[in-house]
Structure formats: C-alpha cells, structure tokens
C-alpha cells in the first residue's frame, strides 16, 4: 500500500463532487464525461454549446495541473497497440452502458440509482479482473 | 454567467481530478490490483465525490429548476439489463488496461501526453463506432424533469410508466 494518498484523495474527491453538484445547481446537467464527449460525436445532438465549454473548461483545468503540478499527470504503462483497444473499449462500452466512472460512478451513485450501482460495481470487477490478467497471469 | 459556470465547472472538475490522482493511470491501475500492491485511493477519491453528492443533489432537487436553465434534464429510469452490463464490462477492460477513463484522459490530453492522445482519438472512436451501428433509439432516454409541486395526476402516471415528454439530447 505504499502508493496510498487518502489526503490528496478525499480532497480531490471533494473537488471532483462540488464540481459535479455545480454544473447540476447552475445548469441542470449530470457531469458525465462519456455523455458530455460522446453527444458531441453526433450529428443532430441538443446541447452541444454547453458540452463544448464544459471540455474547454475541463483542458482548462489540464493546463493549470500541467503548469502547476505537472507530476500529477502522469503516462499510461500500456503499449501503443493495448492503449488504442483500451480507448475503443472505453468508448464503445459508454456509449452502451450510458455511462462511465463520472457518469454512474458518481453521479449515478449519489443520485442512488440502481443502474448505476450495478454499472459500477460491474466495471469495478470487470476492470479488476482484467488487471489481475495483465499483471498477474499474462505477465504484461 | 451561465457558461462561465460551466466553464468552472469543468476546470473544477479537472482540478479534482489532478489532485486526487486520477490522471495518473498508474496509480487508477494500482486501485484495481487488488491482488499486487494494492492502492485503495481511488475508493476515496469516489468517497469524497459521492459522499459529498448524496447531500447536495437532494438540495439541489428541491429547486424547481435550475439556475440557468428552465428544467433539469435527468437520465430516465430504465431496466437493467444486458446493454447496461455488458457496456460496464466492456468499459471495465478498456479501463483497466490503459488505467484512463474519459474524464482524466481529456484532462491529461491538455499535455500533449502521447498516451492520452492515442487513447482519446480510439476513445473517441469507438464512441463513433456505437452511434453509427445503434438505432438512434437512445435519444429516448432523458427527461425533463417536472417540478414535484407541477405535477398533476396524469404527470404522475406518466413519469410512473417512463413516459414522460422527451427531451431529445
């Protein structure tokens, strides 16, 4: 458990929180990533203003973590090749599932729904799982 | 003042992503290894999150609407069912492979991160594969929510059989 930072954690968790809680309160909309990126893929979606300025405000903030605290980002250990499957698992299955971490995982799960309490407990086994295959019996 | 809201919101939400560790896919990767050196930070990263959401969003929801717009617009309650799963477990894989979500691989994106990068024109994708292959049958699941005090009884069988007037998104 060397890696363990519930401080910076918690802290950013609360971030992470208020900031879904704002775009609710002001706006009226659930801070869901794969919602908010995907709808802007189709060709006749409603509110792609809005989706569009919630991006820039989200590279925005990228920026300031790049600039300030540029240690907190950090690159993937997967190969070229298993990120490329990665991104397209990750975006076909939201599309499918309705959802992601932000989506279900927070928003969903604060909002006590049941869909996205499965969703995450789902994506949670699913995800373990396949760390437990990458690391421990494939040997990548 | 309504899109610089959303705009702070975002940038909000990239800070708490940063600073919470999520834009380090090592360390997402280190959360679900729970058989190796396990790093249990990300259950706290969604405790600090959910923990502060089950207050705020019921508040929240006593409003009529929200502040800059005429309703709120809700995910409509559907079953659970396969495509709800098998969504989830495919997302779980693509998770866990690269250790990047949506949400933190846009953010780390900002760096020019060559990892981020690949993995968000294939995010990117594969959620164009989706809309392309599915019925547009999808847009059938928002509403506008109607405020509690405005419902009438046949608002109430109609939010009661999901039938509730489309907001199309």
């Known amino acids: ?140 | 003042m309504k899109w610089l809201t959303i705009f702070l919101a975002g940038i909000l939400f990239a800070l708490g992503l940063g600073i919470s560790g999520m834009t380090q896919p090592e360390k997402v990767i280190g959360f679900l290894d729970i058989a190796g050196n396990w790093d249990p930070s990300l259950a706290f990263v969604m405790g600090g999150a959910v923990g502060i959401n089950i207050i705020l969003y019921r508040l929240i929801l006593r409003r009529r609407r929200p502040v800059f717009d005429k309703t709120f617009t809700m995910p409509r309650q559907r079953n659970i069912g396969g495509r709800l799963i098998s969504g989830a477990a495919l997302f779980g894989i693509g998770w866990g492979l690269a250790g990047y979500c949506p949400g933190p691989a846009l953010t780390s994106g900002v760096t020019a991160s060559s990892s981020a990068l690949l993995f968000i024109v294939a995010m990117l994708g594969g959620m164009l594969a989706f809309h392309v292959t599915q019925s547009e049958h999808e847009d059938d699941d928002v509403r506008n929510r109607i405020p509690p005090g405005d419902r009438k009884p046949a608002d109430r069988q109609k939010i009661a059989s999901a039938a509730t007037p489309v907001r199309h998104i």
């Open chain 1, 1 to 140: 458990m060397e890696n363990f930072t519930p401080v910076s954690a918690t802290l950013g968790g609360v971030l992470i929180g208020l900031s879904v809680a704002m775009l609710f309160y002001f706006n009226g909309r659930i801070l869901g990533v794969s919602n908010i990126a995907g709808a802007l893929l189709k060709p006749h979606g409603e509110g792609k203003s809005w989706r569009i300025i919630f991006i820039a405000g989200l590279l925005a903030g990228g920026a300031i973590i790049a600039a300030l605290s540029p240690d907190n980002i950090g690159e993937s250990p997967a190969q070229p090749f298993t990120l490329l499957i990665a991104g397209l698992l990750v975006g076909y299955g939201a599309m499918l599932g309705r959802g992601c971490t932000s989506g279900h995982g927070i928003c969903g799960i604060s909002r006590l729904s049941p869909r996205s309490i499965v969703a995450t407990l789902v994506f949670m086994a699913s995800g373990m799982l396949t760390v437990y295959i990458t690391r421990h019996i494939a040997g990548a």
